[in-house]
C-alpha cells in the first residue's frame, strides 16, 4: 500500500509539472521561459527569443528532486542536479551550476554555486 502511494505521488508531480512556465532567477524575471513534457525540456529567453536549450529530465517526488540533462543548446552536454517545490501554479527549481553537488534547500545562493528559478505557469 505505502508503495503505491508513493508511486501515485510521483505520478502526480510528474503530470503536474507539464506546461509553459515563465519567470526568472531573482532579480532576472522574465528571462526564463520553460517548456516542460513528458519526455524533455525545451527553454528560452522570452526577452530576446534565444535558446536555452533543449534536454531531459528526471523527478522523484518522494525526494522532490529533477535532474536536467541538457542535450543542445549553450549549456548541451551538462547535468543539472536539483530540488523543485511544485505550489499551486508556482515552480521553484534549484540547481547546481553544473557541478555534480545537488543543492540542500530551495534558496539562490550562487556562491555556492546553487541557482534558484521561480516559474508561473502560463499553460
Same mark, same amino acid.
Given at each position: 500500500?505505502?508503495?503505491?502511494?508513493?508511486?501515485?505521488?510521483?505520478? $502526480? +508531480?510528474?503530470?503536474? #509539472?507539464? &506546461?509553459?512556465?515563465? =519567470?526568472?532567477?531573482?532579480?532576472?524575471?522574465?528571462?526564463? @521561459?520553460?517548456?516542460?513534457?513528458?519526455?524533455?525540456?525545451?527553454?528560452?529567453?522570452?526577452?530576446?527569443?534565444?535558446?536555452?536549450?533543449?534536454?531531459?529530465?528526471?523527478?522523484?517526488?518522494?525526494?522532490?528532486? $529533477? +535532474?536536467?540533462?541538457? #542535450?543542445? &543548446?549553450?549549456?548541451? =552536454?551538462?547535468?543539472?542536479?536539483?530540488?523543485?517545490?511544485? @505550489?499551486?501554479?508556482?515552480?521553484?527549481?534549484?540547481?547546481?551550476?553544473?557541478?555534480?553537488?545537488?543543492?540542500?534547500?530551495?534558496?539562490?545562493?550562487?556562491?555556492?554555486?546553487?541557482?534558484?528559478?521561480?516559474?508561473?505557469?502560463?499553460?
Amino acid at each position: 500500500m505505502l508503495a503505491s502511494l508513493a508511486v501515485n505521488g510521483e505520478e $502526480i +508531480d510528474k503530470q503536474r #509539472i507539464l &506546461g509553459v512556465w515563465a =519567470g526568472g532567477m531573482p532579480g532576472e524575471p522574465g528571462t526564463i @521561459e520553460l517548456t516542460i513534457t513528458p519526455s524533455k525540456i525545451v527553454g528560452r529567453n522570452p526577452r530576446n527569443g534565444k535558446s536555452l536549450g533543449e534536454g531531459t529530465y528526471e523527478i522523484d517526488s518522494t525526494k522532490k528532486t $529533477i +535532474d536536467a540533462h541538457v #542535450i543542445n &543548446g549553450p549549456f548541451g =552536454g551538462k547535468t543539472y542536479l536539483g530540488l523543485y517545490s511544485l @505550489e499551486g501554479n508556482t515552480l521553484k527549481w534549484v540547481s547546481n551550476g553544473g557541478r555534480k553537488k545537488r543543492p540542500v534547500d530551495i534558496v539562490h545562493r550562487p556562491d555556492r554555486d546553487q541557482f534558484l528559478m521561480v516559474l508561473e505557469r502560463l499553460k
